[in-house]
């Protein structure tokens, strides 16, 4: 509930010496906590005046046994503060029903007790009757216009309904009054969050906490607004105000359920159980008794699991999430009980675990859900819930069939609307989306490494993340949305047709639509400002949702009303999509019959490397469906030219062509069948031209941003693969300068030029690049490609240390997920080769060696040199002769390098000299072979060679830099 902001002398003081610190140093804050607590407590020993204020501090500074303790000896209370008392312990604990009956007595005591009515107004937002609380509220403040809690209570009443001037000028108002009153300032901070103005939050947020540093809620949203910032540099402060939030309020929602999904300053080699595999493998017995119903069985063999491993958290994680899941039981209060013990005593044991933080989040939300209004109508509901297209059903959503009962099911059926529809499609490509437990990760039922290794774009860890576009919402959400909160299952299932179903005409309107709100600020929430996959997954659920409750966070709230009157184009759009999704379910299947096409395409693609014939005949399909979907024939090119069918091939392109010339990826096409084709009846400047030309043709008719991105990085990687880096920087610097950056995936590509074009300077010896490197790195720091560019930039410039250190750092993340990178380990060998280490390189390189074969070809040539270079010219010579030598002129490059540094280690001189030159003819920026060239021109005393390969070198449009050894 609210804290009263009546506080004693002395706590008023303590306050005082924090507010002359920053509220960023949270040591501070917390030693001053302590203080106060010592302050309440020897107020509450030494005198019995006020003491229901007294006690109301102990609960306000995290005290609660203490609080309850005074509350059962109710030694000065009166029996209306006792109830009134209990009613704000069991607020905080979540036992809303109690907390009710606890206010009802304390009126039936003192019918004209404020704080009473108050609190039933606070109740009356926990069971979502908003206008009623509004009422309750302004009924009170016309008997006492100056109580300042209560006004603080119709901000928020005012708040979730939306009214944020009216809410926002509470605030003001109250702050006029009275500003040293810390809660109008959080309100004005709160308002700002949820109207989109996240910027204007931390000032006021600032001023609250140098009021009250000990608000449990204002130092949540103080770690929010620093996670906001997207600095993976600042987590740590994050962290450590979200330490002060639940030191004061353990049980503190928002806390656990950010702490629990991403927003963490730790990495899985934090979490990671030695022996992790055979735990779970052995409480595979507990999840069968469960899938049997045999709950008690179940978490027997838990606590039995424990036993035989007392340092792991995994059995206490699968005994609170056994008793969370069981849906149907009637006992699901004391389960919900047992579970929130088993995560408490986690996270005592094992900090910031987050499935522990987000298991004790699920938990306090259950617990709350059956006190909303609508709990029963929406529960019977549920109970009568019949399932149509059960089995397409059963095989998108396999994992509801663990939950027992009927409860689950129901709970994801009634959430879907018409999106039903796009069952069979994804039936048909084999697309599943999993629901896993709070004890399963996303790495586990994804069956994928990546998510305990990776970062999201906005610096969440994905190994705590609970829900995933490619096909998982966790059953948490499932309960939660089918309680009227935010529909995170239709959300994540939208991103999962989104990708795998709708039609390139349908994406493209969608990405259009996407750059029209954020061009004209329409967008629902900040969350739909990211990218256009999220404007898609945010605005679906809200054009069939009327009513959200209890929104999570500032992207929970979209209705339909909304999407009506801000984004009415975007409404018409869905209207439309809706209305054929509708049709097909009605019986009129021609309405999807592209949507068919672009199945058949994706089921190609999965086949096209491995079984072409069936590639082909899946295409035919496409066609059949769809005789002028342009995607399909350039699917169908892409097949022919894998063949070496290169005639045929370019029949399809032209087929696509003429079905509409302003096609932008058509002209991408034509570049890439020149390429696959080679330019054997080309010159080598012809044939880069060519390609560029095509490229910078889709570039000049493509409007749409993302296919412009994909252009503009095709034109960077042809320039970059024929040896022309001048041409492949300057291309990397035009977009990073000039692209679009609307959303998350452009800003990333942008950065991801600017990272190019940085790096490759780098390499090419410009030292003062890598300042610019640096900062990306720290702002994305597990985009595990980004650190590689960043190691190879650090071992070009001689800062061979800081390259070692980098990649370990990657590693260390990497080796705790079971997920480690040859490539980086080879890296890692490089490093210590320069270093003269020659121990360390001998370990990495024979990691390197026996993990081979996961290199791509340019890293085994890179691999071959440097084994070379160690003495180890068996192995250098064997890796080398297995290697093709046909690919790329950049490829060539490094392979002739190869062959000039296998012969320099020979003592073959000459040959060394000969296929360094040939190096340098394809890619006149191998800065490698030049210096390897020099040294050998020098070792000969021939010096007109050296002097015409440096003045070679000084003719580049990008000369070789300071470092660059020449």
């Known amino acids: 509930m ?127 009757d908003l206008p009623n609380a509004e009422k309750q509220c302004k009924a009170l403040l016309a008997s006492n216009p100056n109580d300042e809690e209560t006004s603080l209570v119709l901000g928020r009443a005012l708040l979730l309904q939306k009214k944020y001037p009216e809410a926002l000028d509470v605030a003001k108002k109250l702050q006029q009054k009275n500003a040293k009153l810390a809660g109008a300032y959080l309100l004005e901070a709160n308002v700002y969050f949820w109207d989109q103005h996240p910027e204007q939050a931390e000032a006021p947020l600032v001023k609250s906490l140098t009021l009250d540093p000990f608000n449990a809620d204002a130092r949540f949203s103080y770690g929010y607004a620093i996670w906001r910032r997207i600095d993976a540099t600042q987590l740590n402060d994050m962290a450590a105000q979200w330490q002060l939030a639940l030191n004061i309020n353990p049980l503190h929602f928002q806390t656990h359920w950010h702490w629990g999904n991403g927003h963490t300053n730790l990495t899985y080699a934090d979490y990671a159980d030695k022996d992790e595999k055979i735990i779970r493998e052995k409480l595979r017995e507990a999840d069968k008794l469960f899938h049997e119903n045999k709950l008690t069985d179940a978490v027997a063999v838990t606590y039995k699991i424990a036993k035989e491993y007392p340092a792991s958290v995994l059995p206490a994680m699968h005994r609170g999430s056994l008793y969370y899941s069981d849906f149907d039981t009637p006992n699901r209060k004391a389960n919900l009980d047992s579970a929130e013990s088993a995560f408490v005593g986690i996270l005592d044991k094992k900090k910031h675990y987050g499935p522990a933080h987000n298991g004790l989040s699920a938990v306090i939300k259950s617990k709350r859900i059956p006190y909303l209004m609508t709990y029963d109508s929406i529960t019977n509901v549920l109970k009568t819930t019949k399932i149509n297209d059960p089995e397409n059903f059963t095989n998108v959503f396999p994992d509801l069939t663990y939950f027992p009962g009927s409860r689950a099911k129901a709970m994801v059926w009634n959430q879907m609307y018409t999106s039903v529809v796009y069952f069979p499609f994804l039936s048909k490509q084999g697309n ?184 082909g005949k899946y295409l035919d399909t496409a ?76 570039l000049d008719l493509e409007k749409d941003y ?107 993340i990497l080796e705790s997920g079971k997920n480690p990178r040859t490539d980086f380990d080879l890296r890692i060998a490089e490093g210590y080769a320069k270093l003269g280490k020659q121990d360390s390189l001998a370990f990495y390189l024979d990691k390197t060696l026996a993990e081979k074969s996961s290199l791509d070809l340019t890293d085994k040539h890179r691999l071959a ?55 340098l003819e394809y890619n006149p920026y191998n800065l490698e072979s030049y210096v390897a060239l020099a040294n050998l021109y020098k070792q000969a005393n021939k010096q007109d060679e050296l002097k015409g390969l440096l003045a070679m070198a000084n003719q580049l449009d990008i000369k070789p830099g300071e470092v660059s050894g020449l």
């Not at 706590?11 to 509220?23: P, R, T």
């Open 706 to 812: 993302q296919t412009r991105a994909y252009a503009a990085i095709q034109l960077r990687e042809m320039y970059f693969q024929n040896g022309r880096i001048s041409q492949a920087i300057k291309a990397a610097e035009d977009y990073a300068t000039t692209g679009a950056d609307v959303s998350t995936y452009l800003r990333d590509r942008r950065d991801d030029a600017k990272a190019f074009a940085l790096a490759q300077r780098g390499m090419l010896g410009y030292a003062n690049q890598l300042d610019g490197l640096k900062k990306l790195v720290l702002q994305r720091p597990q985009n595990y490609e980004l650190r590689g560019l960043y190691a190879d930039a650090l071992l070009a410039v001689g800062r061979n240390q800081e390259a070692v250190t980098t990649m370990k750092e990657v590693q260390r």
């Open 432 to 615: 599943a989306f999993v629901v896993p437990p709070l004890h399963i990760d996303l790495a586990i039922a994804m069956r994928s490494p990546y998510f305990r290794a990776s970062t999201t774009f906005d610096n969440r860890q994905w190994m705590d993340i609970r829900g995933v576009g490619s096909g998982a919402a966790a059953i948490e959400y499932v309960e939660r949305g089918a309680y009227q909160e935010r529909n995170v299952v239709l959300h994540e299932y939208v991103h999962l047709f989104h990708g795998r179903v709708l039609t390139d005409a349908e994406n493209r309107i969608i990405r259009e639509q996407y750059y029209n709100a954020m061009k004209n600020h329409l967008t629902l929430d900040y969350y739909s400002q990211n990218n256009e996959s999220e404007y898609f997954a945010q605005t679906y659920p809200a054009y069939f949702e009327t009513v959200k409750v209890h929104p999570l966070d500032f992207k929970s709230m979209n209705i339909t009303a909304e999407l009506k009157s801000r984004d009415p184009e975007m409404y018409k759009f869905l209207d439309g999509l809706v209305k054929k999704e509708r049709a097909y379910l009605n019986g009129d299947h021609s309405v999807m019959a592209s949507n068919w096409a672009q199945v058949y395409i994706n089921l190609s693609n999965k086949v096209i490397k491995s079984d072409p014939v069936k590639a």
């Open 623 to 698: 066609l059949v469906y769809d005789s002028k979907y342009q995607p399909a024939y350039l699917a169908y090119a892409r097949l022919k030219q894998q063949q070496k069918e290169f005639d045929k091939a370019l029949s399809y392109i032209k087929s696509a062509e003429e079905i509409n010339p302003a096609y932008a990826p058509v002209y991408v096409a034509y570049a890439k069948w020149e390429e696959d084709k080679g330019g054997s009846d080309k010159s080598p400047d012809e044939f880069v031209k060519t390609q560029a030309a095509y490229l910078q043709k889709a």
């Open 2 to 128: 609210l804290k009263l902001y009546f506080l004693p002398i002395l706590l008023l003081c303590l306050i005082g010496m924090v507010s002359a610190q920053s509220v960023n140093d949270t040591k501070v804050v917390q030693a001053s906590l302590e203080k106060a607590r010592a302050s309440v407590r020897s107020q509450f020993k030494q005198s019995t005046k006020d003491r229901a204020k007294v006690v109301k501090q102990l609960l306000d500074l995290g005290l609660w046994q203490e609080a309850t303790d005074a509350i059962k000896a109710g030694n000065g209370l009166g029996p209306a503060e006792k109830s009134i008392l209990l009613a704000e312990y069991h607020w905080l604990t979540n036992d809303f029903k109690q907390a009710e009956k606890d206010v009802t007595k304390a009126l039936a005591v003192d019918k004209n007790s404020s704080w009473a009515k108050r609190l039933k107004a606070q109740l009356a937002i926990e069971a979502w």
């Open 865 to 919: 040199r440097l084994l070379a270079i160690a003495k180890r010219l068996p192995d250098a010579e064997s890796l080398y002769k297995s290697l093709n030598t046909k690919g790329s002129l950049l490829y060539q490059s490094s392979a002739m390098q190869s062959t000039g540094v296998l012969a320099m280690q020979s003592g073959k001189s000459d040959e060394a000299i000969t296929a360094f030159k040939k190096s």
